[in-house]
């Protein structure tokens, strides 16, 4: 198993793994890689980023394209590396934080994300 720099990981029974759509818990993006036979835990460890903000390349919904409207909305993961505004098989992990002047009228664009592991979420 490799987990790679800049992954979307979740936690599962106390250790990380690579994340997936709904029903998972979002823990962070690695910030370096993790080899090992099993998932990241006390033997294999890795850097974490629990929160922050992140440029994320993020799909619209359906067949819409990436608005001014756009900013603010949750963004979920429905594996580690693919992004969306769409719920649909996702969970959430962040809220949109900036959107590019380039990015408008795309259906998919580099976002700025602002994230928080469920760790760390107040709710």
């Known amino acids: ?11 599962v029974s106390g250790q990380l ?5 709904a029903g998972s818990t979002f823990a962070g993006f690695l910030l370096e890689q993790a080899t090992g036979t099993g998932s ?18 993020v799909d619209a919904i359906g067949g819409a394209n990436i608005a001014r409207a756009d900013f603010g909305a949750t963004v979920y993961l429905t594996d580690g590396d693919t992004f969306t505004l769409d719920s649909t098989g996702a969970q959430a992990i962040g809220k949109v934080s900036e959107i590019p ?3 408008v009228g795309l259906s998919e664009a580099p976002l700025m994300v602002a994230f928080q592991g469920v760790q760390m979420r107040s709710i």
């Open 40 to 57: 990241v835990d006390d033997a294999n460890r890795a850097q974490l980023a629990t929160e922050g903000e992140v440029e994320l390349v």
């Open 101 to 103: 002047e380039g990015a």
């Open 1 to 11: 198993l490799t987990l790679f720099i800049g992954a979307a990981v979740q936690e």
């Open 17 to 21: 793994e690579n994340a997936t759509g």
